[in-house]
């Protein structure tokens, strides 16, 4: 499932950061703190490897 905007890849690239060790937890804030805990690393990956032309920068939260 790729990602619905820049903003949602970002998040999972930050958080995929986090899985992975490269950066620390306690640095990731918001969506990417939400994303590094119901996520796994595969899923994180596809969200993150999203090609960012033609995505709109935020989409509104549909809840």
Request: proline share 3%; hydrophobic share 35%.
């Amino acid at each position: 499932m790729p990602a619905r905007s820049k903003a949602q890849q970002r998040a999972a690239g930050a958080a995929l950061s986090a899985k992975r060790g490269e950066t620390k937890v306690a640095d990731l804030q918001g969506a990417s703190r939400e994303m590094y805990d119901s996520m796994t690393e595969d899923e994180l990956e596809d969200f993150a490897s999203t090609d960012l032309d033609g995505l709109p920068d935020h989409v509104e939260d549909d809840r």
